[in-house]
């Protein structure tokens, strides 16, 4: 696996964290595998951290994660995903997938840079904060 997920019970996220290249079928089972966290309660929120690894999807494959993304919207509760990402590519690629899924429970937005986000996901603190509390 070229990839993480914590759920941090103290501050109620899920923190996914890419670690190499992940390709579409990674990405399209990360969707499941939240599902199946120890502790997983519809309404979490995540933090995405794709500053370390490479994601390797093309536009219309972003377009097939949208389509697992509504069929399993209801079982993530009214949520907010934030993608933090470091290169252009993924950041287009994010902002296409939180377009093509602003119907969803599941809002989704991107950011580059780690202090931007000032507690977007409405949980008291920022992300740099979120990921720093929560092991690898």
């Known amino acids: 696996m070229s990839h993480t997920i914590v759920l941090n019970r103290e501050l109620g996220v899920i923190v996914l964290r890419a670690t190499e290249r992940m390709d579409f079928g990674e990405l ?3 969707f499941a595998e ?5 502790g997983f309660t519809p309404g979490l929120s995540l933090v995405a951290d794709f500053r370390e ?8 494959e972003i377009r097939q994660l949208s389509g697992v993304a509504h069929a399993m919207d ?5 949520a907010k995903w934030a993608i933090l990402t470091a290169n252009d590519l ?13 119907d969803c429970k599941v809002t989704t ?13 409405g949980l008291g ?4 904060e979120i990921l720093e509390r929560t092991p690898h």
């Open 34 to 38: 939240i599902l199946t966290l120890p």
């Open 28 to 30: 399209s089972s990360i």
């Open 109 to 121: 937005q991107v950011f580059r840079d780690l202090g931007a986000d000032g507690d977007w996901l």
């Open 125 to 128: 603190v920022g992300m740099e």
């Open 74 to 78: 209801g079982q993530w509760g009214v």
């Open 53 to 60: 690894g490479r994601t390797q999807v093309s536009t219309a």
């Open 90 to 102: 993924t950041y287009a690629l994010g902002r296409m997938f939180g377009t093509l899924t602003s």
